[in-house]
């Protein structure tokens, strides 16, 4: 071991006597560790020289230009048109087996919400849907929906006209 040491030593010195060892590659623009910025060349102060450009913005005037006024008579015909009710239901899921959609109605009763459950038939075959709701505003069902996912329900809201 100790031979292979001196050996190691032996072939350093004889490559550092040739030259062969490579320089550290010098660049005046890279700073130099170890020495502050007051010890390296003055910066030059560019900052009154530099012409500040003025910002070019067009929108200021090119947005009153292009926005239309909707006379109130015409907002009050279309709010007059539009007498839709609609109320909001939150479907958490659908079962073709009745057990399993029953099931799922208690475990959303025991998070404390009421759910019902809508058979349908679809192409000959029945399901089960386990729904949440009515509500009358779409922040509500927002509400609960949150809620149902809290409890690790997934639900969609459905918008259906009154």
Do not use: C
């Not at 200021?60 to 048109?81: C, D, F, G, N, W």
């Not at 087996?97 to 029953?102: R, V």
């Not at 459950?117 to 075959?125: H, K, L, Y």
């Amino acid at each position: 071991m100790v031979g292979g040491i001196l050996f190691g030593l032996l072939l350093a010195t004889f490559i550092y006597i040739k030259g062969w060892v490579p320089q550290p590659i010098s660049q005046p623009d890279q700073p130099i560790p170890g020495q502050t910025q007051a010890q390296s060349k003055p910066v030059e102060d560019v900052s009154q020289t530099v012409e500040k450009k003025k910002n070019d913005y067009d929108f200021y005037s090119v947005l009153p230009e292009m926005e239309v006024v909707i006379p109130k008579e015409e907002l009050q015909q279309h709010a007059a048109r539009d007498t839709t009710k609609y109320s909001f239901i939150l479907q958490v899921a659908s079962f073709k087996n009745l057990k399993d959609a029953e099931e799922l109605k208690a475990r959303i009763a025991f998070s404390g919400q009421i759910a019902h459950i809508q058979s349908i038939d679809v192409n000959g075959t029945q399901w089960h849907r386990v729904r949440v709701g009515p509500f009358d505003s779409g922040r509500e069902a927002d509400k609960q929906k949150r809620a149902l996912e809290s409890n690790g329900h997934q639900a969609l809201i459905l918008k259906e006209t009154i």
